[in-house]
């Protein structure tokens, strides 16, 4: 099933994220995670993929395996990097021979070992290129990326919400967020995407908090600011596993909390294989 048609069906959506491993080896303790995040019924899980296409088959495996033998619905991510518009083109191929309808649309990150992102030879230099190729392409649903304190890269909120117009003036269904931990933010930048003419639903991105170490990095790769109180309870606990995994979950489930009371239509947990 589309998952546009997933939203206009319920008032509220369940999701989470999943990423390949780097080690083949891992993907049967990736598969007993699934398991688990299936029992919560989710209407949808996106599995990510890596730069470059470093992580195309299995991608491919895994979101066929969520596809066609959990009876969950499954978005496979795509990005621009180090891909040309034929490769893209086989990449589709592949996903509609998987039964794969549902696709999340991005840049991509520049590989590993890069600072600047580069478009390819024939391929795209924009998610909204992207956007464009593959709703001409075929019948698929697809989603992009929003960013409630503007992405790293762009100069400004506004223009950033500029970004994801084109994107959904292309053809895009759905916007998933980045993580945030400030739902004022969400708060602001669904308001601007509003006032911009976005009408299409707007899922906010959820991190649980499980390590410190590992959150201080992601937040500074995707400069996703952390409120100095919840920063400080972090560092207090920061040695203490089981400490901060439990105030982490309580954070998340405080947030999701208030961002249901205020009227979202999902929300999208990342869940970082745990």
Do not use: W
């Not at 549902?102 to 600047?116: C, H, M, S, T």
């Amino acid at each position: 099933m589309k998952i546009t048609n997933l939203f206009v069906e319920n008032e509220f959506t369940l999701s989470f994220e999943v990423f390949p491993p780097a080690r083949e080896g891992k993907l049967d303790s990736l598969y007993s995670v699934i398991e688990e995040l299936v029992k919560l019924n989710p209407h949808f899980i996106s599995v990510t993929f890596g730069a470059g296409g470093s992580t195309r088959d299995m991608t491919i495996e895994i979101a066929s395996r969520i596809k066609n033998h959990t009876n969950t619905e499954v978005l496979a991510h795509l990005t621009c990097v180090q891909a040309t518009k034929d490769d893209t083109a086989r990449i589709l191929d592949d996903f509609k021979k998987e039964n794969i309808k549902n696709i999340l649309a991005l840049r991509g990150d520049p590989p590993k070992g890069e600072n600047v992102f580069v478009k390819t030879a024939g391929g795209f230099g924009y998610a909204n290129e992207l956007v464009e190729f593959i709703k001409a392409y075929d019948d698929f649903s697809i989603g992009v990326a929003g960013y409630p304190e503007e992405h790293i890269q762009a100069p400004s909120l506004d223009v950033d919400i500029m970004n994801l117009k084109r994107k959904v003036d292309a053809g895009a269904d759905f916007v998933i967020t980045q993580l945030f931990f400030n739902n004022d933010d969400f708060y602001r930048f669904r308001d601007m995407a509003v006032a911009k003419g976005i009408s299409v639903p707007i899922i906010p991105g959820i991190f649980s908090i499980f390590n410190y170490n590992q959150i201080s990095k992601i937040a500074s790769l995707c400069s996703a600011k952390i409120p100095p109180k919840l920063h400080d309870k972090l560092y207090k606990v920061s040695e203490k596993g089981g400490e901060i995994e439990k105030y982490g979950t309580e954070y998340a489930l405080h947030q999701s909390e208030d961002l249901i009371k205020n009227g979202v239509s999902g929300l999208h947990f990342y869940s970082m294989n745990y």
